[in-house]
């Protein structure tokens, strides 16, 4: 858990340090085009971890060594596969699309097979219990980016930017070979599909609805109020950045240790999700009351330069949205443990229709500020959604992951 948080905070500096370059360098506009490439990657980045990485650590944590060598060569191949295809698309609408959005994803496009690649080696290492090589890692990405943005930003092409943070990540994508000493299979990424598709597609269809969704809303937000709406919200998210980053990257540590507690028992799994769920909240409050004390000194405008006064009005209700949904990460964590695919897709269904239309009738009312005050109260619904699916599957007997006391890789692929 340590190293998993230690990792994440590396990943959280370098993904705010990228943004604020970004918001200091190009305009308005061509940051908000910035924005979309960003969600667009994070929604393929979601395809590829449901397709490939979550079944790993949901049923490949903390297995024999030559299991887990077998499971990584085919999830690595898994992620290359979903990485070319979905570039290609990128790549596409990069050069069919007119102006800075079409220019981001042109340069995401070019990239996306190696950062899907590095993201797989992050799960892999978090499955095997070795966090250390994940934190390395993504060292190493971040090292990567003081020369690779260094040069982009003094072209100030927004395709040169998103080509340099993507190189960066290749360079990391690359030594990931070297850490785990596994090739990716292409062959096996066919295997792996047929063995693990009853929660491989399931997770892929949540992760696209959770990621899709967030898509979505930064584009209805665009189409109606503009990209200057999307360049402040993006502004205010920035400023959650590290925040952010490390709730949501915790999933990498947080499922394996799950699965770890529920071999002890089903209540030992409730206490560990409560406590997950717990900790991040009150993380968030203490997050958002340092920049209620800090912000308004100046160091906001300092920090995003022309995008802080537009954005400085949706921090009050982006933080207590992130507040609210912080909490339910214990849930999510705990369904995802217990392998009931079912009722987490449902779960994302709803979470992601309400923040979907929520951003639009906020949006249309009143623009970024409208959006977001409307999606706190997407939160709250959702949230008391996510812990009342828990705890019915806590008290059932579905599921498709481990169960306490099943020690063996082979029984695990065997269900």
Same mark, same amino acid.
């Given at each position: ?8 905070? +590396? ?11 970004? *918001? ?8 908000? *085009? ?8 994070? $929604?393929? +980045? ?34 290359? =596969?979903?990485? %070319? %295809? ?31 690649? !590095? ?9 095997? @219990? !070795? ?69 491989? =597609? ?7 609805? !959770? ?18 709406? %999307?360049?402040? +919200? ?5 400023? $959650? ?40 909240? =009150? ?7 340092? +920049? ?55 779960? !994302? ?27 706190? @109260?997407? *939160? ?36």
């Amino acid at each position: 858990m340590s190293w998993g948080l230690i990792d994440q905070a +590396l990943s959280s500096l370098s993904n705010f340090a990228v943004g604020i370059v970004v *918001a200091h360098s190009v305009g308005l506009e061509e940051f908000g *085009a910035f924005t979309l490439a960003w969600f667009t990657y994070g $929604l393929i +980045l979601n395809v590829s971890r449901g397709l490939a990485t979550d079944p790993l650590v949901v049923r490949f944590s903390g297995v024999p060594v030559a299991d887990w060598r077998t499971a990584v060569s085919r999830t690595s191949g898994t992620a290359v =596969v979903v990485g %070319v %295809v979905m570039g290609l698309a990128c790549l596409l609408l990069g050069i069919v699309v007119p102006g800075p959005v079409g220019d981001a994803l042109a340069g995401l496009g070019l990239v996306l097979p190696l950062l899907v690649l !590095q993201d797989s080696w992050r799960f892999a290492f978090f499955a095997a @219990g !070795q966090g250390r090589k994940a934190c390395v890692n993504d060292l190493v990405w971040g090292l990567a980016l003081v020369p690779t943005m260094a040069v982009a930003v003094q072209r100030e092409s927004l395709f040169g930017i998103v080509l340099a943070w993507g190189l960066a990540g290749g360079v990391a994508a690359l030594f990931g070979f070297r850490q785990a000493r596994v090739v990716p299979s292409f062959r096996g990424a066919r295997i792996w599909f047929r063995e693990q598709r009853d929660l491989g =597609v399931r997770y892929m269809v949540e992760n696209v609805i !959770q990621s899709g969704g967030t898509q979505l809303r930064m584009y209805a937000l665009g189409v109606i109020a503009g990209l200057a709406e %999307v360049a402040a +919200l993006r502004g205010a998210q920035l400023l $959650l950045g590290p925040l952010l980053t490390v709730l949501m990257g915790i999933g990498t540590v947080a499922v394996p240790e799950a699965v770890r507690w529920l071999r002890r028992s089903r209540r030992h799994l409730l206490r560990f999700s409560l406590a997950l769920g717990s900790v991040e909240a =009150v993380a968030a409050l203490m997050w958002a009351l340092a +920049l209620w004390i800090f912000l308004p000194r100046g160091v906001g405008e300092v920090v995003l330069g022309q995008v802080w006064e537009p954005s400085s009005v949706l921090i009050l209700p982006l933080c207590l949205s992130v507040i609210v949904s912080t909490f339910c990460t214990g849930a999510t964590t705990g369904l995802r443990a217990l392998g009931t695919a079912r009722r987490s897709l449902r779960s !994302q269904v709803v979470e992601s229709t309400l923040f979907v239309l929520a951003t639009i009738i906020g949006a249309t009312v009143a623009g970024a500020l409208g959006a977001t005050w409307a999606s706190l @109260g997407a *939160a709250v619904v959702s949230g008391i959604f996510w812990w009342a699916q828990f705890r019915r599957a806590m008290h059932g007997t579905e599921g498709n992951g481990p169960v306490p006391g099943m020690e063996d890789a082979g029984s695990i692929r065997a269900r």
